[in-house]
């Protein structure tokens, strides 16, 4: 069976997953693999008109470059930068899970895969009683935990870690993402790769040099 894609997930929001996943497709298009994206809850988004635009969403789809709509790839965004959990109690627009489902089932019938960003960090509520483990669990995919390579960053990748596994998920890999951390020369970088590895029995990346 081919492999289905992944969920791009994290230990808080704005440590760089959307950076990660657009590096992550355009890698995938050059190695002749056609991956599809996913971006099922977008908040913050800015009104143009009558309508709302989907930043992050709008990068994965021309990272990609498919053909897939917007609406399919972004099914519920927010003008406001709140928890998706909040926005959806306030707009009375109900998150549905099952309607995520159909949208990543319809974009995976025309890719290889489909890279599949969350909202917010792992536990993150993204609907009224759901969280992001639970819809990439929903989605039946392996996680790729992105972590900001920042003093505490062992902690909270191992936590991370710890609560996807506790759901049941399997993690890919985690990301420790140094694009707005520290300096090139910090020399703990390598340190604390080689202990969130040590005590997570997980494979790291360093990506951001």
């Not at 791009?8 to 959307?18: H, N, Q």
């Not at 519920?76 to 926005?87: H, K, L």
């Not at 996680?143 to 900001?148: G, K, L, M, R």
Request: net charge positive; aromatic share 4%; glycine share 10%.
């Amino acid at each position: 069976m081919k492999r289905r894609g992944w969920f791009i997930t994290a230990t808080d929001t704005g440590v760089g997953k959307t950076y990660f996943s657009c590096a992550l497709v355009r890698a995938l298009r050059q190695g002749g693999i056609k991956a599809g994206v996913l971006k099922p809850v977008e908040t913050g988004c800015s009104s143009i008109g009558a309508g709302l635009v989907p930043a992050d969403a709008l990068k994965l789809k021309a990272a990609s470059r498919t053909s897939a709509e917007l609406d399919l790839i972004n099914p519920y965004r927010f003008s406001q930068p709140i928890s998706p959990s909040i926005a959806e109690k306030i707009s009375k627009r109900r998150i549905d899970f099952r309607k995520i489902g159909a949208c990543f089932e319809k974009i995976s019938a025309s890719h290889d895969v489909v890279v599949v960003e969350g909202a917010g960090g792992i536990l993150s509520p993204i609907s009224k009683d759901r969280t992001n483990a639970q819809l990439a669990r929903y989605l039946k995919l392996p996680v790729v935990i992105v972590v900001p390579d920042r003093l505490g960053a062992i902690n909270q990748a191992l936590m991370a870690v710890n609560a996807a596994r506790v759901h049941g998920l399997e993690v890919s890999c985690v990301i420790l993402n140094s694009r707005k951390g520290r300096a090139k020369a910090d020399s703990r970088v390598g340190l604390d790769r080689a202990e969130i590895e040590k005590f997570g029995r997980v494979r790291v990346v360093a990506i951001g040099k």
